[in-house]
T-cell receptor
Framework: SAVISQKPSRDICQRGTSLTIQCQVD?????MFWYRQQPGQSLTLIAT?????????ESGFVIDKFPISRPNLTFSTLTVSNMSPEDSSIYLC???????????FGPGTRLTVT | KNEVEQSPQNLTAQEGEFITINCSYS?????LHWLQQHPGGGIVSLFM???GKKKHGRLIATINIQEKHSSLHITASHPRDSAVYIC?????????????FGKGTLLTVNP
């Protein structure tokens, strides 16, 4: 199994600022993902975080708005840039274990933009 | 693109009742996840299924690949089971680990 931690767990931010969310996994993983869950909506994949290279973004998400880093196999960050109230969501990190290919989820970061 | 439908959207039960949540999908899959999301937002993976049935404590998950349908059952429900239950599927083929999520079922268990 794996334990995924995220920081911060929640934050309230001002419009126009940026927030970086960290994701740490306690096991070797093959793939890491970032999801967004807007209020009342299902989870949507933002991007796949690739180790040592640029993330792969889904349609509707761009690097300038959601820059992602993955400097090693077990750590990734997601930045929400130039925030607006529409960015108020839960942001979730997920990872696929190298040993079993099972997918695990982090506890989420609840972001409120005022 | 897979379409994932869950039913019911909302479910209220009395403590001790047997609960069933359903999930159907439109395209063949290689795996189906059942997830639990508590009010704080964090998600816990309950089951990952590719066939048959799995049981963990009071939770049972079944999948029928031919009918493209899965069910999550909770026996002897308890107020602490109150949460949103989410079905997610991984499309078959390749090494794509992207998941398609249902909108979730909000379960409230009253004492």
């Amino acid at each position: 199994s794996a334990v995924i931690s995220q920081k911060p767990s929640r934050d309230i931010c001002q419009r126009g600022t940026s927030l970086t969310i960290q994701c740490q996994v306690d096991s070797q993983v093959t793939m890491m993902f970032w999801y967004r869950q807007q209020p009342g909506q299902s989870l949507t994949l933002i991007a796949t975080a690739n180790q040592g290279s640029e993330a792969t973004y889904e349609s509707g998400f761009v690097i300038d708005k959601f820059p992602i880093s993955r400097p090693n196999l077990t750590f990734s960050t997601l930045t929400v840039s130039n925030m607006s109230p529409e960015d108020s969501s839960i942001y979730l990190c997920s990872a696929v274990l190298a040993s079993s290919y099972e997918q695990y989820f982090g506890p989420g970061t609840r972001l409120t933009v005022t | 693109k897979n379409e994932v439908e869950q039913s019911p959207q909302n479910l209220t039960a009395q403590e001790g009742e047997f609960i069933t949540i359903n999930c159907s999908y439109s395209v063949g899959i290689s795996a189906l996840h059942w997830l639990q999301q508590h009010p704080g937002g964090g998600i816990v993976s309950l089951f990952m299924l590719s066939s048959g049935k799995k049981k963990h404590g009071r939770l049972i998950a079944t999948i029928n690949i031919q009918e493209k349908h899965s069910s999550l059952h909770i026996t002897a429900s308890h107020p602490r089971d109150s949460a949103v239950y989410i079905c997610a599927v991984k499309d078959s083929g390749g090494s794509n680990y992207k998941l398609t999520f249902g909108k979730g079922t909000l379960l409230t268990v009253n004492p």
